[in-house]
């Protein structure tokens, strides 16, 4: 499923630097600064943690606007107390966001859009006995804004990415409403 996703990304990717005079595909990496809110007193957030991004972009566009689809592996944590133990939660997952944008003075853009969020393998360290049953979502949907900045060939990205779904239900016998929220910075180069 991950081949045919990411063949899928590529493939149109190339089909649209063909068609587009302002479109192109690329490869896009980044960092994130994310905190993890379970909205329970039980787990007490720690601050934010910093995550990483890598991936591919293609981009269409024309008289202004853009479409950007992105397939990208995103690494993302977070730390909590629970019972006074302190537990690390690791989130690996694959990001599809597609962004809607315009540009402005040929170089700036602002955009948003949904992004999908597919759970690889998230889990906690730390929870020893306290929590041994933690219930990650399978998949999430969430939305990013933010702008862009265009230099020849080089992409820069600032964007803040907020959840629309819950990431866990659960954890232990307590009810959680945690949704990932995070700043997200990405540099990227266009191939063609």
């Not at 007490?44 to 853009?66: A, L, M, N």
């Amino acid at each position: 499923m991950k081949k045919f996703i990411f063949s899928a990304i590529l493939f149109c990717g190339i089909v649209i630097a063909g068609y587009s005079q302002n479109g192109g595909f690329g490869i896009k990496a980044g960092l994130s600064s994310t905190e993890v809110d379970f909205k329970n007193k039980q787990f007490v957030s720690q601050g934010s943690q910093t995550g990483y991004h890598v991936g591919v972009f293609g981009r269409i566009g024309g008289g202004g606007f853009f479409v950007q689809p992105e397939l990208l592996f995103t690494q993302t944590s977070g730390k909590f107390l629970s019972d006074g133990e302190q537990i690390k939660a690791e989130f690996n997952r694959l990001d599809i966001p597609v962004m809607v944008g315009m540009r402005f003075l040929k170089v700036l853009r602002l955009q948003a859009g949904p992004i999908a969020s597919l759970n690889i393998n998230s889990k906690l360290k730390g929870a020893g006995s306290t929590i041994s049953d933690a219930e990650f979502k399978n998949a999430t949907l969430g939305y990013q804004a933010g702008l862009g900045l265009d230099l020849g060939n080089l992409s820069v990205d600032a964007r803040y990415e907020g959840g629309l779904s819950k990431w866990t239900d659960n954890i232990r016998d307590f009810k959680t409403d945690n949704r990932i929220n995070q700043w997200v910075l990405s540099v990227g180069f266009k191939i063609f």
